[in-house]
């Protein structure tokens, strides 16, 4: 404990310097060259405790005794408004050291200090400042991100003279004003400029008075406003009118006679709506920039002024902690929750020193921050948000208030039509609700985006949680939400969106928000869930549009559950299976519950003729027998496709049908036939025009060009088919969804490997992982990885390559893609025999080989068999003979195929066997018919081998 005879000693220094500071004790004032500190009672006792005892280590119990005497308190109330006091000593900046922390200890200011009796005087700037009030002083050390607006309203109040300063309250009307206030008071000059707050006056007749005190006029006739307009007529003088939505009418009718009246004088105002006086202009003030990603990283989210804002008030707060990447995001959400507004992130950061990042985060979430206080040095006003929101709802009509009330129903962005339909009670009040929106509008308690399709409106997210608070408490809850429901419904069943045309979809994602809180009314009771069905039906391509595979499996699983004894709805019911067979083939994986959506939709499809919505479904059961290895089978929905096609006698039918059935030959074996159906498709889409379908959530088109590619490398065509698979990879990078990307790389990438062109492979396959494990696209993860452990296999790393492999074929089989696993077990096996597992590689491709077999699999067969028979010869005892067998078992299949390249390698590989026999005239007739047969000399590294082999030979 501090002596009485030392607090006594202290008390007659009565003056304090230290740095650029000065500590008047007894006046209980910090100064700063002359300019007064805001730092609070309780720092100021604090600095005072520690400069008492400059130089000695004060203990952290001392100080709590000594500070908060009679209060009980810790000293986590300590730390915040020691760390607050450090900040506003700039503690730390440019080698300024004042106070240190003394772990397990306390606190000692170290900073040299002098002892003076002389009383302080005020520098000139001080009663200037005194004039302009308190927001000066308070606003000016704590402002962010605003300074190009500054910048740009200093130039624009010195050309135009009058500016208003319009925005939602909170948003840093005032601060902006206080700064360009900085800006301007150089040119100015410290007396003539005057600052008005008008947050302080209540009476209408009381605004001609406010603004004489604070020019400096002196009274003496019977009209104020003639005496005011009359003593500025002739000065040069920056007038600032602050905060005066509540008294527009007085004001606006002086701001008009000043400007006309008093040539030199400049006015600035702040207010929640317009003045709309002759000769104003208008500046918006837009709420914080914050990270548009969903993800960014502590540097990208603190390159964003509201971030800043947001971790500047934090170490206020007492949070002594950088921003870390883990957190960026949370810190991010919260800037968006609160749609950037100064207020709401300094009232939530605030709360950072006690509850932490993510605590902060959940109050947010449960609207808890409306009632936290935030400063007490501000007005009443601006001290909670719910201050701040009752203090623009008490300025409103009674018709705003109800339809400000109204509009919250709906969920981000909305259409004058919509506001109109939810909010009036009759189609007369159409015009009303307009004009009152309008008016909402302009007090700026309902912002306006404009876009290239519609003009879209929004209540800011803490305007929408007190409205909606203000609608429970009326009898509008339940006649609102279902206007709203309905009207939803009523919109997406106009819209008539299809599955699968996708090119324009991103128009109608505004609305998102606005379906998702009607789906969730209408499915909450029973009487409502026609709605709902209808919706989710209407509303699935939206959600498949913009890959929203959780929302479009959950809502159309709801819908077909409710459905299910509405027989009138067939038509809706098909929709839905459509929809839920494709969110959750790519979300779940291949299972027979996918299947039996796509046979029931097709059953309900057959029975209504609609033929391009059974090409949707032929395609899905196309893709789902694909992907779980019935090559034969999704060759058979392909020709099914075809004949739907053939009979509508469409052009865009029949482009469909002829790329579906060129992929499914390929896979099917039949590699010339593709190419030619592949080549029919596109010469029948040049006639029509290109053609961008998504179906069962790929383009079509590109399905094609990879069918094409790996089909021409195939016949012999290495050099175009490669060309071709770099051309679709780079295609699908453009495209939408992101499994169009990942598909493009599961089917592209093997024909660079198959061609030895690895370095091209591995940048493409790491970001089709990230892509399909971002998106949930399990099945597509899988395969990539597949890839990855190929060409570990292929790039000198077999052990990498392996365990990646084995991981990737676990993961192939959860989700049923078998459709790759003959060809990762395959490098599996390749990978084991380089490892000189050659136990475990004999096992390996001859489990796949019967699993092949056992699928009908004949595509994956040349390269088994191949593989078999170079695993066998890499035995110490090689089975030569078998190894011969398996590899003229491989060239057959191979041959049957129409497959020239697998041909080839197979007979490569065969070659160098006979030759080890001396059998040279038999590898000469072995190989030169199939070196013929090519269409291109070179192009691949097996051509380049036969070439020189058969050279040798000669």
């Known amino acids: 404990m501090m002596s009485s005879s030392t607090q006594a000693s202290m008390s007659s220094d009565a003056i304090i310097l230290f740095g650029d500071f000065q500590l008047d004790r007894r006046r209980r004032l910090l100064l700063k060259d002359g300019i007064p500190v805001r730092i609070g009672s309780r720092g100021l006792d604090i600095l005072i405790a520690l400069t008492d005892r400059a130089g000695e280590v004060v203990s952290k119990r001392d100080l ?84 190009e607006v500054v910048l740009s309203l200093s130039r624009l109040l010195a050309s135009r003279r009058f500016v208003s300063i319009v925005g939602a309250g909170g948003i840093g009307k005032t601060a902006v004003a206080v700064a360009l206030i900085a800006q301007l008071r150089a040119e100015f000059g410290d007396e003539n400029v005057a600052f008005v707050d008008f947050g302080a006056v ?60 008093a040539p030199s004088v400049h006015l600035l105002a702040t207010s929640r709506e317009p003045l709309h006086v002759e000769g104003e202009t208008v500046h918006l003030l837009s709420p914080l920039a914050y990270p548009v990603e969903e993800a960014p990283t502590a540097v990208d989210a603190l390159a ?46 605030s709360r950072v020193g006690s509850y932490g990042i993510r605590g902060v985060a959940g109050l947010l979430a449960q609207n808890a921050e409306m009632a936290l206080p935030i400063r007490r040095n501000v007005s009443p006003r601006h001290r909670t948000l719910q201050a701040m929101l009752d203090w623009s709802y008490d300025l409103l009509a009674e018709d705003e ?78 006649p609102i939400a279902s206007r709203h429901a309905r009207y939803f419904a009523s919109l997406f069943k106009s819209l008539a969106l299809e599955h699968g045309a996708y090119a324009e979809i991103g128009r109608h994602a505004p609305h998102l928000g606005n379906v998702r809180k009607a789906l969730e009314w209408s499915f909450s009771s029973e009487e409502n869930r026609k709605t709902g069905i209808e919706l989710a039906a209407d509303a699935a391509p939206l959600f498949l549009g913009l890959w929203l595979l959780a929302d479009c499996s959950h809502w159309s699983r709801l819908a077909l559950t409710a459905i299910q004894h509405m027989s009138e709805m067939s038509h809706r019911e098909a929709r839905l299976l459509e929809a839920f067979a494709v969110a959750s083939m790519h979300m779940w994986g291949n299972t027979q519950e996918v299947k039996d959506a796509i046979q029931r939709g097709l059953d309900l499809y057959e029975a209504g003729e609609q033929g391009l919505a059974q090409l ?12 779980i290895g019935d090559f034969d089978g999704g060759l058979a929905a392909a020709e099914r496709c075809k004949a739907v096609a053939d009979r509508s006698g ?29 080549e029919l498709g596109f010469e029948l889409e040049a006639t029509h025009s290109r053609l961008d379908l998504n179906l069962f959530g790929y383009d079509h088109r590109l399905r094609a060009e990879l069918a094409l590619a790996r089909s021409l490398w195939l016949r012999g065509a290495a050099t175009r088919a490669c060309g071709l698979a770099v051309a679709a990879l780079h295609e699908a990078e453009g495209l939408s969804p992101p499994s169009n990307y990942c598909m493009a790389v599961v089917h592209a990438v093997p024909i660079l490997l198959w061609n030895g062109e690895t370095e091209v492979c591995a940048e493409h396959i790491d970001r089709a992982i990230v892509q399909a494990e971002k998106h949930s696209l399990k099945a597509l993860a899988a395969a990539a990885l597949a890839l990855k452990g190929e060409w570990l296999t292929m790039t000198a790393k077999p052990a990498a390559g392996v365990e990646t492999l084995r991981q990737a074929l676990n993961l192939l089989y959860r989700e049923q893609f078998r459709m790759l696993t003959s060809a990762a077990a395959q490098a599996l096996a390749d990978g084991l025999a380089q490892s000189g597992r050659l136990v475990e590689a004999r096992t390996t491709i001859q489990t796949a080989i019967s699993s092949a077999q056992k699928m009908g699999q004949k595509f994956s067969m040349p390269g088994l068999l191949r593989t078999q028979a170079q695993i066998i010869m890499r035995s110490a005892d090689a089975q030569h003979d078998k190894a011969e067998s398996l590899l003229r078992e491989s060239i057959n299949y191979a041959r049957s195929q129409g497959a020239l390249a697998w041909e080839l390698r197979a007979a490569l590989a065969l070659a160098r066997l006979l030759i080890v026999h001396g059998r040279v005239a038999e590898t000469r007739s072995l190989l030169e018919p199939v070196l013929a047969a090519h269409e291109e000399d070179s192009g691949s590294s097996d051509l380049l081998d036969a070439t020189d082999l058969l050279a040798r030979l000669a």
């Open 64 to 147: 709590l005794e000594s500070v908060w005497k009679g209060v009980v308190t810790d000293e986590a109330g300590l730390r915040v408004h020691m760390s607050t006091l450090r900040r506003a000593l700039g503690d730390g900046r440019n080698d300024a050291r004042y106070i240190v922390n003394v772990a397990g200890r306390g606190y000692s200011f170290v900073a040299a200090i002098k002892r003076s009796h002389t009383s302080l005087a005020y520098s000139s700037n001080s009663n200037s400042a005194d004039r302009l009030g308190r927001q000066f002083l308070s606003h000016r050390g704590l402002f962010v991100g605003r300074d």
């Open 202 to 261: 209540l009476e209408p007749g009381l605004v001609p008075g406010s603004v004489i005190s604070a020019v400096g006029c002196t009274l003496g006739g019977s009209d104020p406003v003639a005496e005011l307009s009359s003593f500025l007529a002739d000065k040069r003088m920056l007038v600032v009118f602050d905060s005066c939505e509540h008294l527009l009418d007085p004001i606006s009718l002086l701001a008009d006679r000043l400007f006309r009246e």
């Open 304 to 349: 964003t002024p509201a971030v800043r804002l947001f971790m500047d008030r934090a170490a206020f707060s007492g949070f002594t902690e950088d921003l870390t990447d883990a957190d960026a995001p949370i810190v991010s959400d919260i800037c968006r929750r609160t749609d950037g507004i100064a207020l709401a992130i300094e009232l939530a950061a």
């Open 401 to 478: 208030r109800r339809a400000l009330s109204r509009l919250s129903a709906f969920v981000g962005l909305f259409t004058m039509e919509a506001a109109c339909s939810v909010a009036g009670e009759e189609e007369s009040d159409r015009a009303a609700i307009a004009s009152t929106l309008e008016r909402l509008v302009d007090k700026s308690l309902v912002w306006v985006r404009p876009t290239d399709e519609a003009v879209f409106y929004r209540l800011p997210d803490t305007t929408r949680a007190y409205a909606a608070a203000k609608l429970s408490q009326s009898e509008d809850v339940e």
């Open 616 to 627: 949707r479904l032929l395609a899905g059961l196309n893709l789902f027998l694909t992907r």
């Open 650 to 678: 469409s052009i865009s039918d029949r482009v469909i049908s002829e790329w579906m059935l060129a992929a499914a030959l390929h896979l099917a074996g039949h590699q010339a036939d593709a190419i030619a159906h592949c």
